[in-house]
């Protein structure tokens, strides 16, 4: 008992460090003046060695995983490098907010679009749940028009989905090395970068940001894995969840960002459904082990 204990206590910190170093995402992306694509090319870069270093480390501490990725890895691959450049590029056109908060209803996202394409049946209470977020969004899209920032809440709704149809692939291809697809994804992003844009062409703080967004990139999603491979999966979404916040408050510390009435009332309904109905899913899963 004490090392289960132990083990839940360590995976709870490991997940909750993960969310905080994940919600500096839109600090540090606005923070650098090169152009998306820069950055995702050096995200990937960073991303992409650190994370191979990770899985190579864990094959041989854990277990020798296959590292061959087939038909189905290489689509993660490259769905996933597609929705990273959606995800960077929204903050650069909206408010660190509005991405953040519209990112939180993913959940839901994959719910409906699960049901649509594999008829995976979804629960009353996330339809609610869903139902209720998805108003939240609308208020704060609607809140965008004439301002200029709906192009970025329109990158933030395509980066959702295609976070969503991520998780679905996820699920599905289970046989796939999904830590390593998402270091060759990174790679891609690198790869891509380098060949449209000129990398190299920053300024020396420019280059630091880039560094430190990469590392911390790879930081997030290692401390991700191993959290979540010691508590259950809906403690560990609803500890995720805690992504938004932070990045809201980092957005309002470095940033002195702070988003219009609009997309604070929109906010506020969005992490009413996401944190009630991750709370209800810990909850359930706490009386099931009980």
Known sequence: MPDTAAERTHGIILVSASAAVFGLTGVLTKSIHADPLTITCWRGFLGSILISLYVLWRRQSVGRESLRLGWRGWLLAIEGALASIAFISAFKFTFVANVAIIYATAPFVTALLAFILVRERFRLQTLAAAAVS?????IMVWSGFGTGHLFGDGLALLMTIGSAIYMIMVRAFRDTPVVWAGAVSAFLLFVLGWFVTD??????????LLVTFGTSFALASILW??????IPAAESGLLGSAEVPFAILFAFLFLAEVPPAASMIGGAIVLCAVFAHAGRDWQAARQRSA
Do not use: H, N
């Open 225 to 230: 894995t191993e959290g979540a491979r010691l």
């Open 134 to 138: 998805l108003s939240g969004v609308a």
């Open 199 to 208: 990398p190299l062409a920053v300024s020396a703080r420019d280059a630091v």
